[in-house]
């Protein structure tokens, strides 16, 4: 499944995976807003077993499958 990913340019380390290049309707638009300008990164066939660096492929996949869209939030710090 191709996968274009945007990284805000107003908060660090937040991700936006979508299911179609610059197509932001099935986000929802408070979130679309809290993230700001979004800045295009990356394009990638996403698939079940696909490595990423900080998410879980299979989870990314079925919020773009059910969503058409996937927020990667910044690491959890303790």
Known sequence: MP???YKSVKKDLYYLYID???DFSCVP???LL???KLEFVLELE???NR???KEDS???LESL???SFFVQLPPQTY
Do not use: I, M, R, W
């Open 46 to 48: 996403l698939a079940p």
């Open 29 to 31: 638009e408070e979130l």
């Open 51 to 53: 490595k990423l660096a």
């Open 20 to 22: 179609k290049k610059d």
């Open 34 to 36: 809290s993230f700001g």
């Open 58 to 60: 299979q989870k990314v």
């Open 65 to 67: 499958q059910t969503k």
């Open 3 to 5: 996968c274009y990913v």
